[in-house]
């Protein structure tokens, strides 16, 4: 028993309490005046008060340890009644040591237990926690066919992707940390030519050229790569992709028989030199000069001002030897707009060719295994047979010729061949999002943090903030994932249907790679301190992502493109019928508008009707549709009013933006309930639907402003939107680590990490 004035056996009751009360050190005048009040009324010695409850004077830390002690020496042998609170706690302890207490102090107590505002049972149970449990790790059992689920997700190309899955595991692409920007790059070069040496960089090529005739196979092998090391993923698409590609899409059968094996081996490396330090995303404008001379039948390639250098060119500081430059072409005096040129920027030896000027980038954000470098050419002259000819040439009379008449028409059909690199770009980007995931995902629901006395330490994944950080962000990777693998076939396929393609093209990749960022930061802090190592990738991976939402086009220039895309589809639906068209346009949407903003349904709460297939789809319907109507509606009047097309258009600038992001994610939507309708087995099914779910009432809810301005959704119904989105994080949650090992990242991205 305590010594002194402490030791009064009438304080005993208020044991449990006082040392509670100090545990924190945080005794309150006000909590101090309730104790001392109560314990008055129950007839306790003032001066026995005075030892424990002056806010000025604290107990003695020793004071506190001995009075712990005593109410857990006794507490074992007391009911689990007896210690269902710290009142009926220290009464029992009382009885325990025979001095069981009047009915005033067991109604002082109570009171005194109260006046604090304590949770009876957790108070207790943290006094009386020797220390928590440790559980072990659960094996999660997958509720669906985690096999047939990660080839769902492959598509049609899972068999290229099982290969090189084997391939990435078998040794030789291992991550290593910490090496120089030489050794890097001199790391990266081996790998690209191990992928050469397996037949992966020509692969899209023809097959009577030494390639694969695989073009399917080369985007999926792209989306591949970026599992492991972007660096590498970069390079292997600068050379194979851009460069090989460039002379595949844009040059004839000649520059196919001259060049395309030694690309597809790297036998010859190469650049492709389109952007400028003066031009980036506007290529039309770009002031590097191609002229013709026909004396010699050479053509001039020339950089007029700095502005003009070629910037920022993969593979030109060491190892690229002949570039794709990208150029105005003059012929006779006339200019024809920009062309693809062949050029030799380096001798057998590695010299620059004359001159060709090359200067290092040297250090970057990140993606620091890839020898960028800036090109600039000082009156260099290449043959007439060095321009790609497919949609344009120069004949022996030294007169230019294309089928294609319209020059604007002639740019951005060249450039459209080259679509492929904005498909490619997407598709890495989901996979270094899907890498950020695993990681996560995995890493939350083995890391342990807090939890209820007496009881193991909580899942971080347990939690309900660490679900809505994560699984939304799951959701809208699977619906990107059979977006992107609809864009690649429809890609493939080389439909005649150009325009439409491009469009979607530009959309997804802007789409993919601003998830990406977001997802990767996002998951990075999910990961703590453990984030911040290099060897937990999340470094590489923000690093060497953050330039995707730029190269292959600015993702704000990108959207601009698939607002116009809009744009002309709208124009071209009514211009036949003029005025009386667009006036049906205007009577069907508002007949929708009468449906659809039915007060009985915008304010309809239920489950099964916000799970509904059909009600995601209207709403991301009628979103898009209203966004675009609006526009064109807006961009209209500023051209009857006599403003140019260009102008009207930046005036709604912020409006076409959100127009072409609402039309993005009505076709990801689109995407995930085809894929609903292809799938395999009832356990696959039932996980997609949840993930549909959740991906379509995420992006409802990110939009509620929108739709409660516009009258589809009522408050309570925003509510109810917002308790779904929770609740299905709950449920997605216990398969949240099979979800993502269906992604199928191989073991080599993950080794060493907190994933592995």
């Avoid at 739709?707 to 917002?722: C, F, M, S, V």
Wanted: with cysteine; net charge negative; aromatic share 8%.
């Amino acid at each position: 028993m305590l010594s002194g004035a402490a030791a009064d056996p009438d304080l005993i009751p208020f044991y449990p309490l006082l040392y509670v009360a100090w545990a924190d050190g945080e005794l309150t005048a006000e909590e101090a005046a309730a104790l001392r009040a109560r314990a008055e009324r129950a007839g306790i010695d003032p001066d026995a008060l005075s030892v424990w409850l002056d806010p000025e004077t604290p107990p003695d830390p020793e004071q506190l340890l001995e009075l712990l002690a005593i109410v857990r020496q006794r507490a074992p042998e007391l009911s689990a009644v007896e210690r269902s609170s710290l009142a009926s706690l220290g009464i029992a302890l009382a009885e325990a040591e025979g001095k069981a207490p009047t009915d005033a102090a067991r109604e002082a107590v109570r009171r005194a237990e109260a006046a604090l505002g304590l949770h009876a049972s957790e108070a207790v149970a943290s006094m009386l926690d020797a220390g928590r449990p440790v559980a072990d790790l659960p094996e999660i059992e997958p509720r669906f066919d985690l096999d047939r689920m990660r080839r769902f997700l492959d598509g049609e190309t899972v068999e290229i992707k099982d290969r090189l899955r084997a391939l990435l595991d078998d040794g030789r692409f291992e991550l290593v940390h910490g090496l120089s920007t030489t050794e890097y790059r001199a790391k990266v070069l081996e790998w690209c030519r191990a992928l050469a040496d397996e037949g992966l960089g020509a692969l899209a090529y023809p097959v009577e050229h030494g390639g694969g005739g695989d073009p399917a196979g080369f985007v999926a092998t792209f989306e591949m790569l970026a599992f492991v090391d972007l660096s590498m993923l970069v390079k292997f698409g600068v050379q194979f992709g851009l460069f090989g590609g460039s002379i595949h899409q844009l040059g004839s059968r000649e520059h196919h028989e001259r060049y395309l094996r030694a690309a597809g081996t790297l036998e010859l490396p190469g650049c492709f030199a389109m952007t400028e330090t003066g031009h980036g995303s506007n290529v039309y404008d770009i002031e590097t000069t191609a002229v013709y001379d026909p004396e010699p039948r050479e053509i001039e390639i020339h950089t007029p001002s700095p502005r003009a250098r070629k910037d920022y060119i993969g593979n030109a500081a060491l190892h690229g030897r002949l570039a794709t430059v990208f150029a105005q072409l003059r012929v006779s005096g006339e200019d024809h707009g920009v062309h693809a040129i062949l050029v030799p920027i380096r001798d057998a030896d590695g010299s620059p060719a004359p001159g060709v000027h090359i200067e290092d980038c040297g250090e970057k954000l990140g993606l620091n295994g890839i020898d960028n470098g800036r090109l600039a050419f000082d009156h260099v002259r290449v043959p007439r047979e060095n321009l790609l000819d497919r949609f344009a040439w120069i004949n022996d009379d030294g007169l230019y010729r294309s089928p294609i008449a319209s020059p604007a028409k002639r740019f951005f059909t060249m450039l459209g061949t080259l679509v492929g690199g904005r498909v490619a770009v997407g598709s890495a980007a989901l996979s270094a999002t899907k890498v950020a995931l695993t990681i996560a995902t995995r890493y939350g629901e083995r890391r342990r943090q807090f939890g209820p006395a007496g009881e193991p330490e909580r899942p971080l994944l347990d939690y309900q903030s660490h679900q809505r950080r994560l699984l939304p962000r799951l959701a809208t990777t699977y619906a990107l994932n059979f977006a992107l693998h609809d864009l690649q076939m429809q890609y493939v396929a080389e439909d005649e249907d150009r325009r439409k393609t491009e469009a979607a093209a530009a959309g997804l990749k802007a789409y993919a790679t601003w998830h990406a960022t977001r997802t990767i930061q996002v998951c990075r802090e999910a990961c703590g301190g453990q984030g911040y190592l290099s060897v937990n990738r999340f470094a590489g991976l923000k690093t060497d992502t953050d330039v995707f939402t730029t190269f292959e086009g600015d993702n704000t220039v990108l959207l601009q493109l698939v607002a116009k895309d809009l744009l002309t589809g709208f124009r071209q639906q009514f211009g036949d019928t003029g005025g009386f068209g667009i006036a049906r346009f205007i009577a069907d949407r508002a007949a929708n508008a009468v449906l659809d903003r039915n007060p009985i349904i915008s304010r309809k709460t239920d489950p099964g009707h916000l799970r509904d297939a059909e009600f995601h789809r209207a709403m991301f319907e009628d979103r898009m549709n209203d966004l675009v109507y609006s526009l064109a509606r807006r961009v209209r009047a500023r051209i009857e009013d006599g403003m140019s097309s260009f102008d009207a258009l930046v005036e709604c600038q912020n409006h076409a933006l959100t127009a072409a992001l609402a039309s993005v994610e009505h076709d990801i939507l689109a995407s995930i309930l085809r894929a609903e309708t292809d799938t395999p087995s009832s356990g696959v099914a039932e996980q997609l639907d949840r993930i549909r779910c959740l991906f379509a009432l995420t992006t409802i809810e990110r939009h509620r402003a929108w739709y409660l301005e516009e009258g589809y959704l009522d408050p309570p119904k925003t509510k109810a939107i917002r308790r779904q989105v929770t609740e299905l994080c709950a449920e997605i949650r216990p398969q949240a680590v099979p979800l993502v090992d269906a992604f199928g990242v191989p073991a080599s991205a993950l080794r060493g990490t907190i994933a592995e």
